[in-house]
């Protein structure tokens, strides 16, 4: 890699997660929605500090819809240009389709994850020289030396940041170091009292913007809503994995939001799925899930119409 990028190489930055399926119709289909139209995130443009991103490609690696929904608003925003897809050999079919500034890349996914895409992305002399950032859960040292053993540039540690993802998109592409203050939140407003939700915490991921963490709350409705049936539905030879994502992805969303309770027995329910454990555990903690789950719905639910 470049001389100029050793600097950022020495240092582990703590992000959220990220993820979604927009863009370029031609690179690459997928089942997700635009996000932009019609779901109430419609793109907003940052300020001025943010201009060096506008109209830069970066491509989005992640199997979590929830995070690609997420990682699509925040960077068109700022006039971002994403392409996302959910594992690494779309990644791998959409670098052959058009050039990025910028890889965002999840390290834990089926099929190809992000360790073995970054290596072949690496093997080909035309990609070495696009920033590869990981997107993990934690920090372990073993997962630090496993990014840069592969190629990685940086790490971002879920749930997402954003005042840090646009530092560190920033810092990459321009190869400055950047630095932003976090806007004024406003107003008190009724995302203040949300049962289930610190949202000091959950607008803290939205940069303090409520407009913003409402529409992550009313993402969150939307893509765990049903989690009972869904849960429920998962049948078949892939039943097992099914249940184990659907607890994982709504562990992680619910971190985003500071919904903590919900989070807590959310790995817990993963843990249990992930062990094997029988019936009578599963029913019993999918019980305490969806006790939770309620709680956080029910607050989201009540907020006024207008102000989605």
Not at 90 to 112: G, I, S, Y
Not at 229 to 255: C, E, I, T, W, Y
Request: charged share 25%; aromatic share 4%; proline share 6%.
């Amino acid at each position: 890699m470049l001389d100029h990028r050793v600097s950022a190489r020495s240092r582990v930055r703590a992000f959220p997660c990220v993820r979604q399926i927009d863009a370029i119709p031609p690179v690459i289909p997928s089942s997700d929605t635009n996000p932009g139209r019609g779901d109430g995130l419609a793109p907003r443009r940052g300020g001025s500090d943010y201009d060096p991103l506008r109209g830069r490609w970066i491509l989005v690696v992640d199997d979590n819809v929830f995070n690609r929904r997420l990682a699509t608003q925040m960077l068109e925003d700022v006039g971002v240009r994403v392409v996302a897809v959910d594992n690494g050999r779309q990644a791998l079919d959409a670098m052959r389709t058009q050039p990025f500034d910028l890889v965002l890349m999840d390290c834990r996914m089926p099929e190809m994850d992000g360790y073995e895409t970054t290596r072949a992305i690496r093997a080909e002399p035309r990609w070495r020289g696009v920033p590869i950032i990981a997107m993990t859960a934690c920090i372990l040292l073993e997962e630090h030396q496993a990014a840069r053993a592969a190629g990685m540039d940086d790490e971002l540690v879920k749930p997402i940041d954003m005042a840090l993802l646009y530092d560190t998109l920033l810092r990459w592409i321009d190869h400055r170091a950047a630095r932003h203050a976090v806007p004024d939140g406003g107003p008190a407003t009724s995302l203040d009292a949300l049962p289930g939700i610190d949202s000091v915490v959950g607008l803290a991921h939205a940069m303090n913007n409520p407009v913003l963490f409402e529409r992550l709350l009313r993402l969150f409705v939307r893509m765990h809503g049903n989690f009972g049936q869904a849960f429920a539905q998962a049948s078949g030879p892939n039943a097992a994995v099914d249940r184990r994502r659907l607890a994982h992805d709504l562990k992680g969303a619910a971190g985003t939001l500071g919904a903590f309770a919900l989070q807590q027995v959310s790995h817990e329910f993963e843990r249990i799925c992930i062990q094997g454990a029988g019936d009578d555990a599963i029913r019993d903690q999918l019980a305490i899930v969806l006790r939770e789950l309620g709680i956080v719905l029910a607050g989201i639910q009540a907020l006024p119409a207008a102000s989605a």
